[in-house]
DNA sequence: TTGCAAAGCGGAGGAGGCCTCCGTATCGTA
DNA sequence: TACGATACGGAGGCCTCCTCCGCTTTGCAA
């Protein structure tokens, strides 16, 4: 499947953008902080606008959560191409994975609420996941290409790697990090 | 980890027991037609007892649908050692993969509801995974025992082929089970 | 710059779900 | 058979969902 842009519908008058914005950011760091049960009223309250507003841009609460993940998942393929501009092959693919621990089916997640609503295999899941692939597959092959990582390995391989790490429950930034890191480690060459 | 008993809270004394079987099969019946998202004051309506005493033995939506999984995952289990006893080895084996088509992270469906409430990898889900890969050990080794599938097959390669037609959205039972006639073919040893 | 049509705003209100409480009913044991 | 313990069930209060409609703001054309 060839990548499609990630669904948006971010309108273009100013205070409708603005709005939109804010009730994204609004959604995002509650479900971060509390998990994904937030009510919609109390996500409206905290972006500063009232119910109706929020049902004239998200006309479900599925809608509101699919926006959100999208916005995370193209912070996520943007992220890959700033470091791809920005670091040494090998440190922008470690950069990007450890941006990304965190994710997964955990307790309350986006992720898992939005697969009872959609699905695991649903159109939108794969969307967002063939765009995270080409992204992450431009950093693996560069760190082939530079002779940094082995040249066996698929980006599969990787990815079920950090979804291992994302899938310990309630796992501690730490020790994610930590897990990673051996990860990363063997992700190397073997020394010849 | 060694198995341990599926947690089942089910009480002794007649009247609570009937209501509590009357209680788990009608939420079972109720989320395979509409999905897990029916109010649980329509699930005690249709099990005909009071939205008090649904919540006098389930003190949580999570704590009802953790009890029909758990019937669920019992049902599995019991068929698996029903099947041993009653079929040839490899019969066996192919009619429980074949009974339990249409378990996953569908569209509103048990498993992934339980998944936003507990995390994909949460005690519950793990007691019940040890159970249901016991009985289909037993069924699996018996099966290479006879001859009649491949000796190197795991059981978790064939969880994953299953896992595979379970995942496909919406999937038509009929293209389901002629996926799995593919999959039971295919453990089949190589003619020789 | 001004006027105006279209789009956006927001909160009250009705419906339904969640959950507790308490008077009544049933069960099971002595 | 009697009685204490346990179970039952639905009213009521609170919260969330979602729509509707009067009011406000935006942005473009004249």
Redesign the pocket.
């Known amino acids: 499947m060839a990548p499609q842009p990630l669904p948006c519908t971010r309108?273009?008058?100013?205070?409708?953008?603005?709005?939109?914005d804010r009730l994204v950011t609004a959604a995002r760091e509650t479900f971060a902080q509390h998990g994904t049960?937030?009510?919609?009223?109390?996500?409206?309250?905290r972006a500063?606008?009232?119910?109706?507003?929020?049902?004239?841009?998200f006309?479900?609460?599925t809608a509101l959560l699919e926006a959100v993940y999208v916005d995370e998942i193209q912070s996520v393929c943007d992220r890959a191409y700033d470091f791809d501009r920005e670091l040494e092959p090998f440190d922008a693919l470690a950069a990007w994975l450890r941006s990304f621990l965190g994710y997964g089916l955990s307790k309350g997640s986006l992720a898992s609420e939005l697969t009872v609503a959609l699905g695991k295999d649903s159109p939108f899941f794969q969307v967002c996941k063939v765009n995270v692939q080409e992204a992450g597959k431009l950093l693996l092959d560069k760190a082939k290409a530079a002779g940094e990582v082995r040249s066996e390995l698929e980006l599969m391989d990787v990815m079920r790697l950090v979804g291992g790490i994302n899938m310990g429950r309630d796992i501690e930034p730490e020790q994610a990090n930590r897990l990673l890191d051996i990860v990363l480690c063997g992700l190397r060459p073997a020394a010849s």
Chains 1, 2 share one sequence.
């Not at 309108?11 to 939109?20: I, K, L, S």
């Not at 049960?37 to 309250?45: K, P, Q, V, Y």
């Not at 500063?48 to 841009?57: C, E, H, K, N, Q």
């Open positions: 309108p273009t008058r100013a205070d409708a953008a603005r709005n939109y049960d937030t009510s919609l009223e109390e996500i409206a309250r500063g606008v009232g119910i109706g507003t929020l049902y004239r841009r006309p479900s609460r």
